[in-house]
């Protein structure tokens, strides 16, 4: 390497990273996203890649513009999807993708069931991500190689040739559970050698999830007593137990249920009720959840509440 001159032309990395507002997208997901630390780190990571490759080309240095597509393991309700929205607005910001924008997609929306009905889905999905982040859930289920006349193969050709040739105005992530997708990526090296960036999202703990969960009351202006806020942390411990857990995903909905839970007990008990009763979810609102009998959430216990508030109200009109 030459030697480099005090008179050399200087950049700021500073005034560029503050330019370049991606810390604000940074705060972002450290508001948005409990835990997931290791994943940040490689979002921090990324980040100061593509900037230091930006600030390269300004200062005239020959910069090969670096691989974006990535992969996303880990199960449902993780924070992928939400991640894969912010590294896009990063994109955007850095001059990466033109337009900054995220398109999910599954196997449903790119292949057909029939001769030349997955050629145009594909572009279809190909052409509304394009300037933007195309995120592919579950991308194993795009190759069953079990079925001879299932035309997933086509539409893997097909993405396999724009994220080579269409680089520098799409990246493609995909996302699924990390055994599936290895064994994704052994049946389809192409996608692989494509793939610059792995990121595994570990599943959440409880400490996590309880304070995930206290994010989404808080959004939503609702809020546990101390009864309720130990009752949802035994639910999380049951839950977790169970079948089809899914982390985040799977909290958000018990708290639905408990605000329809709270709603309906609120309508029954009738009378003069205060703002904080309104914002309170009380531990008879959780656990009148099946998950305390060993049961899964099946929604007929709300079913039940909600046909029993109707009818006080019909009663009252």
Known sequence: MNDVSPTDPRVDIDAEYRASNIQTILDDVDRELVGLVPVKTRIKEIASLLLIARMREQMGITTERPTLHMSFTGRPGTGKTTVAMRIAKILNMLGYVRKGHLVVASREDLVGQYVGHTAPKTKEVLKKAMGGVLFIDEAYYLYRPENERDYGQEAIEMLLQVMENQREDLVVILAGYKDRMDTFFHAN???????????????????ELMAIADLMLGQ????????ARQTFQEYLR???????????????????????????????QGGQISKEDLMRLDASDIRASRVFDNGQEDGSSESRDVNIASIRIEARN
Request: proline letters at 5%; aromatic letters at 10%; glycine letters at 4%.
């Open 238 to 268: 049951l839950r977790m137990q169970q079948p089809h857990f899914a982390n985040a995903r799977s909290a958000r909905n018990a708290l639905d249920r408990a605000k329809l839970r709270q709603a309906s007990r609120l309508i029954r």
């Open 220 to 227: 939503s202006k609702y809020g546990f007593d101390e009864e």
């Open 189 to 207: 090296p192409g996608f692989h050698s494509r793939i610059a960036h792995h990121l595994d999202f570990p599943d959440y703990s409880i400490d």
